[in-house]
């Protein structure tokens, strides 16, 4: 009997005491900083890389754009290196396409693409290498490096735009940049695809493949499509003046609008604005009930007026460039093909 | 019978004793103090009840039952509740009433009971309810909710709190293994910078908020408050605005944690991300294109790519488990659930593995931890357990044994006196 006793006597002190540790435990625990390993559960893509001392980073960073950099000089950032993965394994040819549409060039073909294109080496993995040229204005200096990489399947592209002086010069520092990149595929699919073949050109005023319809100025002199330009009119006046009007589009927002419309803003002799001065060259507008982005940049020379759309995660570009007094002139007709597109 | 008289002196001159040396816990054994404890455990748990209604059972056990006290407001409903309603009435808390009444029973059994054979039924019903309480206060301090979904076909060998977040950052830029590097929720709360060895770039918390509304900022207008200094991330290119709510405890109530968070490398800022927490785990974003990305926020950093994400704060497990199949049933004609099945393989430690059926009321149970059948979508193909790890479940089991030995020993006990005085009276003379 006195052993019972014993033992209630010392589960009832025990208890006392649990209870009290209990109440400073429930009222002191505080979490801490925890760090550990596990097995990898991420399956996307994996882009990393070290950044030559010479270039900066840019913040406006949106869509397929998995970095951008720029290139600190005296004159503040110059040229624009970008980082994009695609799902796919892209056709070269449609990427210098791509990016020679912008400069100027008719398409390139295969075989020319050869000739332009080479293939280098760095640290044990090699890159295709391709230099373009801006043809659409005599004198331009501006110049695009291409650097493509593919790995099971999947390819990374950096973009080097910029002044061919510029690249030049930073020949060396693109090639470490890309020495110290770490590429490694997703298994999962990722927001950026591959810029897919453009659906064929929509046959004026009719609905075929669902994509948009307009209405073009009769006067407008339709030239031949491309496989990147949807549509492709040049305009004239009496005194030999010319505009080139393009409609193109592109999965995802193709670097997103500062990129485009800072790239547009070289090709009319205009200096790369920041974020804030943006604002200067775009204004909403409405586009077949979409908000969309109008763009007004007039130089020296030269204008442009585009409008930028995006639908269901593709980008669409309306864009007429070329003399500045016969720009002014078909302004006005400009907004009226903008009036008339159509999505179905 | 001189000898029974003097031990019974004996036994009453311990007590005496014990009284003398225990003289300030006579007070606290009042037998008043103990009724008055328990008519205020029985407001507590009516106030409770009906404040369940408006706050939640979250709301209403953090409110009435895990405080010292509560602020409790007539209804406005209630007669005369219009005037009476702005009165604020403390009500005492559970901590407080629980606390007391263990202090009252242990005085009562220092300083008033006699350590008998014929009351050692009384000490131990006391004992038992003493533990009760005690396990009550374990299973508040120590007892996790978690839930773990799992998708048909799939295994899974983490769980995540129901409430409560954690900043998570992952390095993943070797293939095989990433580095997880967790700042809970208590860290976030106090705000300022956050420095760890296992980062190497710092964290200044800029606002954290257990809930929010968040909206895509319109056209033309600036985001609001905090949100319009995030410069990198969803929270730039969604345009989000972040508006500040509070917790809901409802049963139905869906927080959405918030962070805007600068990182810094030494001084210089690598930009002002957003992280939102989704309520029913972060992989829900995946539903949503622009947000998607709220699983998973790319940093670069040195060469490294590091993923952020603010999510439920997460336990791995040393062991995994697969959803073989899930079934549910409902009474004929009606959405009224009949059952829920979850076929499942654990896939234990050593390639050792154990299938199990889990469905209603039969939980399985692995290391410490209880997985109950919580949710199905039979539709979407997943299930989802509520898993409980509370170390002190056996405490209750321990007490309620305790209280049922000495009620039948008190009974017993008096019985076969009562019996024996009967059968001596019985006796002819």
């Known amino acids: 009997m006195l052993l019972g006793f014993k033992i209630s006597q010392f589960i009832l002190f025990q208890t006392v005491i649990v209870s009290g540790c209990l109440l400073l435990f429930s009222c002191g625990e505080k979490k801490e900083i925890q760090s550990y390993e596990i097995p990898s559960e991420y399956d996307g893509p994996v882009v990393t890389w070290e950044l030559p001392d010479q270039w900066g980073e840019n913040p406006d960073l949106s869509g397929p754009m998995a ?37 100027g060039q008719s398409t390139i073909s295969d075989d020319e693409l050869k000739k332009i294109s080479e293939i280098k080496l760095i640290e044990g993995r090699e890159f295709e290498w391709i230099l373009l040229s801006d043809k659409s204005h005599e004198g331009s200096t501006r110049a695009v490096l291409l650097a493509l990489f593919r790995d099971k399947g999947e390819t990374w592209l950096f973009p080097f735009i910029a002044d061919h002086d510029l690249i030049k010069s930073q020949t060396r520092n693109f ?119 109008l763009v007004i940049a007039e130089g020296t020379t030269d204008s442009l007026y585009a409008a930028i759309l995006v639908v269901e995660g593709r980008s669409w570009f309306f864009k007429i460039t070329g003399d500045r007094t016969l720009a002014k002139v078909e302004k006005s007709n400009f907004l009226s093909f903008l009036d008339s597109v159509c999505f179905h | 019978m001189s000898k029974d008289i003097n031990t019974r002196k004996k036994r009453k001159s311990s007590l005496g004793s014990r009284r003398k040396k225990f003289a300030w816990l006579v007070p606290l054994a009042s037998i008043r103090l103990t009724l008055t404890l328990l008519s205020l455990s029985m407001i507590l748990i009516f106030v409770a009840t009906l404040e369940q209604v408006r706050i939640g059972i979250r709301g209403a056990l953090a409110e009435y039952f895990e405080s010292m006290f509560g602020i409790w407001h007539y209804p406005e409903q209630f007669w005369g509740g219009e005037f009476l309603h702005v009165i604020p009435l403390p009500i005492p808390g559970g901590y407080l009433l629980g606390g007391l009444l263990i202090v009252n029973l242990t005085a009562a059994y220092i300083t008033r009971f006699q350590w008998t054979g014929k009351k050692m039924g009384i ?50 830029t070797v293939p095989s293994t ?29 606002k954290f908020g257990v809930n929010c509304d968040f909206t895509v900022t319109p056209q033309g207008s600036n985001r609001e408050g905090h ?50 927490a989704h309520p029913g785990g972060n992989h829900w974003w995946k539903q949503s294109p622009k947000l998607s990305d709220f699983a998973f926020q790319p940093i670069r950093h040195d060469g490294r790519l590091w993923g952020v994400t603010l999510r439920s704060e997460r336990e791995y497990l040393p062991y995994s488990i697969e959803l073989i199949d899930i079934e549910n049933e409902f009474y004929q004609g009606t959405e009224i659930p009949f059952n829920f099945e979850s076929d499942i393989v654990l896939n234990m ?61 008190q009974f017993s006990f008096h019985l076969v006196r009562f019996l024996r005085k009967n059968s001596n009276n019985a006796k002819p003379a």
């Not at chain 1, 290139?71 to 993965?85: A, Y």
């Not at chain 2, 410490?368 to 039979?378: D, S």
């Open chain 1, 67 to 103: 970095g951008s950099f720029h290139v600190k000089t005296e004159l503040g950032p110059m040229g624009r290196i970008g980082v994009m993965p695609f799902r796919e394994s892209v056709s070269s040819t449609d990427v210098a396409n791509m990016f020679g549409m912008e400069l």
């Open chain 1, 175 to 293: 090639e470490s940049f890309l020495a110290s990149t770490t590429l490694r595929a997703g298994a999962i699919e990722i927001r950026a695809k591959a810029p897919a073949l453009p659906p064929p050109p929509p046959a004026h005023h009719t609905h075929q493949n669902q994509g948009p319809t307009w209405d073009i100025p009769s006067h407008w002199v339709k030239r031949e499509a491309s496989s990147v330009r949807l549509a492709s009119y040049e305009v004239k006046d009496v005194n030999g003046s010319t505009l080139d009007f393009s409609v193109t589009s592109f999965p995802g927002d193709v670097g997103g609008i500062l990129a485009n419309v800072n790239r547009w803003l070289g090709q009319i002799g205009i200096d790369s604005v920041e974020q804030d001065g943006l604002k200067k060259y775009i204004s909403p507008i409405i586009l077949d009930d979409k908000d969309a982005q």
């Open chain 2, 123 to 172: 000490q131990l019903i006391h004992l038992g309810i003493i533990m009760l309480l005690v396990g009550q206060l374990a299973t508040q301090a120590m007892q996790e909710e978690s839930r773990m979904q799992i998708n048909k076909g799939e295994s899974s060998n983490y769980i995540e709190r129901f409430h409560g977040v954690e900043l998570a950052f992952s390095d993943v």
């Open chain 2, 178 to 206: 990433q580095k997880v590097v967790t700042i809970p929720q208590d860290i976030l709360e106090d705000g300022g910078t956050v420095r760890t060895v296992d980062l190497p770039f710092k964290i200044k918390v800029k």
């Open chain 2, 227 to 276: 949100a319009n200094e995030v410069n990198r991330g969803v929270g730039q290119t969604a345009n989000l605005t972040i508006r500040d709510k509070e917790e809901d405890f409802s049963s139905e109530g869906l927080n959405f944690g918030y962070l805007i968070f600068e990182i810094l490398d030494g001084t210089k800022s690598l930009g002002t991300w957003l992280s939102l």
């Open chain 2, 349 to 409: 430690e050593k390639n050792q593995t154990r299938q199990a059926l889990v469905y209603m009321n039969t939980p399985l149970r692995h290391a410490g931890k209880t997985f109950y059948q919580y949710q199905m979508n039979a539709a979407a193909d997943y299930t989802v357990f509520q898993v409980i790890r509370n170390p002190s479940w056996l405490i209750p089991y321990i007490a309620c044994i305790l209280v049922s030995i000495g009620l039948l020993w």
